[in-house]
């Protein structure tokens, strides 16, 4: 979706490297060129961040990961960098990620609120907000209660919206991940909503103004079943959740991008705004009551001559066994 082509590519908690990985595989997949492509990661974990580093060197990935296996928060190792692109999935709701008195200055805070101790969710968020250039864009999965908390994140994902940072949220089928069954959200930031071409390799977009915009998914009933207990989009499903969205992002032709009841809709921000500032997709995409759409006299009808015919059968049943207790010599008298 946010078709990571040329420029830096920054994962801030890249595990074993399978983003960079699926970042390569999307450039040669249109005619890119890797060379194109910088590499920056960072990871927690000294066997997980040895395992990263091997698994780019074999497939002759240059990346710069950090000099050591570190904390994001507490030891960034790229704080100078502006990344064109950024893919993640972070640690879900997060515990203690910070002392209470550690990294209330941090200017990748600035200009919002300082991210709550009790959950790093937001913190994440901003960490990557900071990383953007400015056209840069992120795409990142986080669990579902991001989309509505209160107090400080409902306060720091206000200041976002009116930023106009906040480009896309998605959200995906539940068994989707090996270490969840929970379904998550897929968000989308954007530095840059304003009218602008960008053209790489066989691609070319023609974006329009979608500053006062935000577009939200819903996938829970997309997927086929993978391993008999998860689910997973299909190719085909990959291709139209992602034809969705660029077709919202370039045009405002009713012909092409259309809301659609329990898939898609296109949010005002005075939409968002009198829903108090949540991102919760089911609180705009239109739900279609079926039970509306019952014919009510219909139906009695139907159920009418069901209910007849079941109790015409359940009269001859028990004429049956009458007479069967009358031959025996032992009637049965009601």
């Not at 009218?195 to 577009?215: A, F």
């Not at 959740?241 to 329990?262: G, M, R, V």
Request: net charge negative.
């Amino acid at each position: 979706m946010i078709e990571p082509y040329k420029g830096k590519i920054y994962d801030p908690c890249c595990g074993s490297g399978g983003m960079f990985v699926q970042s390569m595989k999307f450039i040669e997949n249109h005619q890119g060129n890797k060379k194109d492509i910088s590499i920056y990661g960072q990871e927690y974990t000294g066997a997980t961040y040895k395992l990263a580093k091997m698994n780019l060197a074999i497939r002759g990935i240059a990346a710069n990961l950090g000099e050591v296996a570190a904390s994001t928060f507490s030891r960034d190792q790229h704080k100078d960098l502006k990344a064109d692109y950024i893919m993640a999935n972070p640690p879900f709701n997060q515990k203690d990620w910070r002392a209470s008195d550690e990294l209330t200055d941090d200017s990748r805070w600035s200009g919002y609120d300082v991210p709550p101790t009790s959950n790093a969710n937001y913190g994440w968020i901003l960490h990557m907000a900071s990383k953007l250039s400015e056209n840069g864009v992120a795409g990142f999965i986080l669990a579902n209660g991001a989309l509505s908390g209160d107090n400080t994140e409902k306060e720091i994902r206000k200041k976002m919206i009116k930023n106009h940072l906040v480009e896309a949220v998605i959200i995906l089928p539940r068994n989707m991940f090996y270490t969840t069954d929970i379904s998550v959200t897929l968000w989308i930031l954007n530095k840059n909503k304003k009218t602008r071409t960008v053209e790489h390799g066989d691609i070319s977009r023609h974006y329009r103004d979608r500053e006062d915009e935000i577009l939200f998914m819903d996938l829970r009933e997309i997927g086929e079943p993978f391993e008999k207990k998860f689910i997973q989009f299909s190719d085909e499903h990959i291709q139209k959740i992602s034809s969705t969205y660029h077709t919202w992002q370039q045009t405002l032709a009713e012909t092409e991008y259309k809301n659609i009841p329990e898939y898609c809709y296109s949010a005002s921000l005075d939409e968002i705004r009198t829903k108090d500032y949540s991102l919760v997709p089911s609180k705009y995409i239109e739900f279609v009551n079926r039970d509306e759409n019952i014919d009510f006299d219909e139906k009695m009808a139907g159920l009418q001559t069901e209910f007849t015919d079941l109790l015409k059968a359940e009269e001859a049943s028990k004429n049956e066994l009458l007479n069967v207790f009358r031959e025996l010599g032992y009637e049965i008298k009601l």
